[in-house]
């Protein structure tokens, strides 16, 4: 379990409690600026706390090494982008913390699971947008840290893509705990076990997905009035309130 008390920042978050349940897919919501990118990066100890603490299970985040850091938590960076001329397999083969005699072994289990195993021989900057996804996805995930920080994976992708990354991140729990930054209110209801909603740097509404994601909450955060269909896990209709 994730535990953050009066959580504050310089800059994008205020006050911030809440507990993140272990073994969930967890959607962190709100509109632009509300601080979703700036929580993600708090909860991975790469933005300093002005006040409050982070605790990942029953260690607090600012006594943890930056190894124990690394063993506990992978993070998913929005728009990772990589310039050198590597193949697939180099770069899943960079979410290792070191070499290891086992890797190519390694390499290949984590490519099975996200089925690129095809693409391993292939340059990484010659795939789509959704296969270099599945490859961050797999350099994330490679060396098994418990916990996954994703920052908004979705947004790049055309909609197949972006359904695919969703039902990748839902399959890795329960034996991860996934956290995941997202804009797209029907598939965070589709997927998500759990929301936190942010408004302001503020938490909004955190809980149970189909309780957070109601009409009320989301005219408050977005501005928007919704059509939610429960028995389906799906929101119909979106328009602006004016």
Not at 53 to 63: P, V, Y
Not at 68 to 93: G, M, P, R
Not at 195 to 211: F, N, P, R, W
Request: charged fraction near 20%; charge should be positive; proline fraction near 3%.
């Amino acid at each position: 379990m994730i535990k953050l008390e009066n959580v504050s920042l310089a800059f994008g978050l205020s006050n911030i409690s809440c507990h993140i349940s272990q073994g969930k897919l967890i959607g962190i919501m709100g509109a632009n600026g509300a601080g979703k990118s700036t929580l993600l990066k708090s909860i991975a100890g790469i933005l300093p706390l002005t006040s409050g603490e982070i605790w990942l299970g029953n260690c607090k985040l600012s006594a943890m090494t930056a190894k124990q850091k690394s063993e506990q938590l992978a993070y998913f960076a929005q728009n990772t982008q990589i310039h050198w001329d590597l193949s697939v397999y180099d770069v899943i083969a960079l979410g290792l913390t070191s070499p290891t005699k086992n890797e190519q072994a390694k390499v290949r289990s984590v490519s099975e699971q996200f089925s690129i195993f095809h693409l391993l021989a292939k340059p990484f900057q010659q795939l789509s947008g959704g296969e270099k996804a599945r490859v961050q996805l797999a350099r994330c995930c490679i060396k098994q840290a418990p916990l996954l920080l994703a920052d908004e994976p979705i947004a790049p992708l055309d909609p197949y893509y972006q359904i695919d990354m969703m039902e990748q991140l839902k399959a890795l729990t329960p034996q991860k705990t996934c956290v995941v930054a997202i804009h797209h209110l029907d598939l965070a209801y589709r997927f998500c076990d759990e929301i936190v909603l942010l408004d302001k740097g503020k938490i909004l509404a955190s809980g149970e997905t189909q309780a957070v994601l109601n009409a009320e909450n989301l005219a408050k955060a977005f501005g928007v009035e919704v059509k939610i269909d429960k028995e389906n896990s799906a929101i119909l209709g979106i328009r602006k309130l004016t």
